[in-house]
T-cell receptor, first 110, second 115 residues
Framework: ETGVTQSPTHLIKTRGQQVTLRCSSQ?????VSWYQQALGQGPQFIFQ???????GRGNFPPRFSGLQFPNYSSELNVNALELDDSALYLC?????????FGPGTRLTVL | AQSVTQPDIHITVSEGASLELRCNYS??????LFWYVQSPGQGLQLLLK??????LVQGIKGFEAEFKRSQSSFNLRKPSVHWSDAAEYFC?????????????FGKGTMLLVSP
């Protein structure tokens, strides 16, 4: 059974640019959640996708958007990058209440 | 709204000594509770979870946690710490909101293990 994978591992962007992060969910999991973990903080919920629809969102602006595909993989898109967007972005897949996390993508915005 | 408090930012424990990491939560209903561990530059690994039933739950790597409803606590324990346990530990509460579930995390406790 393949776990949750994320790509890329690391990414460096400049302010104002756009970025796309990718996540492949664990086999059989139809729900994907994205979290942002700033340095020294716990992860914060961005949004969740269930069967290709966004079904929940945390306190993040609309420039954070996402997609989920028929195979349940997912993308996180961030437009107009700001310095404060520098963080570890974690993807988690689930079938019920328990979420399984990927290794994360480290985004640095200069 | 739900919240999780981990009062200790850093804890140092001698190898072989016992460990207790504190976690307090705020949530109006019976929560789902989780402990995750994160090594530097890595994702989150689930140590254990509480959904219902026995309030003492066993996890991986010799960890256990006890749910105490009266104290709104879910403290993590290990009888004998190994150097490889040095990492950051996160407590989380799972919440169901209008058909979707999410995790709310504490700020984490960094565990340092001294020889």
């Amino acid at each position: 059974e393949t776990g949750v994978t994320q790509s890329p591992t690391h990414l460096i962007k400049t302010r104002g640019q756009q970025v796309t992060l990718r996540c492949s969910s664990q086999s059989g999991h139809n729900t994907v959640s994205w979290y942002q973990q700033a340095l020294g903080q716990g992860p914060q919920f961005i949004f969740q996708y269930y069967r290709e629809e966004e079904n929940g969102r945390g306190n993040f602006p609309p420039r954070f958007s996402g997609l989920q595909f028929p195979n349940y993989s997912s993308e996180l898109n961030v437009n107009a990058l700001e310095l404060d967007d520098s963080a570890l972005y974690l993807c988690a897949s689930s079938l019920a209440a328990e979420q399984f996390f990927g290794p994360g993508t480290r985004l640095t915005v200069l | 709204a739900q919240s999780v408090t981990q009062p200790d930012i850093h804890i140092t424990v001698s190898e072989g000594a016992s460990l207790e990491l504190r976690c307090n939560y705020s949530y109006g209903a019976t929560p789902y509770l989780f402990w995750y561990v994160q090594s530097p530059g890595q994702g989150l690994q689930l140590l254990l979870k509480y959904f219902s039933g026995d309030t003492l739950v066993q996890g991986i790597k010799g960890f256990e946690a006890e749910f105490k409803r009266s104290q709104s606590s879910f403290n993590l324990r290990k009888p004998s710490v190994h150097w490889s346990d040095a990492a950051e530990y996160f407590c989380a509460v799972g919440v169901v909101n209008s058909g979707y579930s999410t995790l709310t995390f504490g700020k984490g406790t960094m565990l340092l293990v001294s020889p």
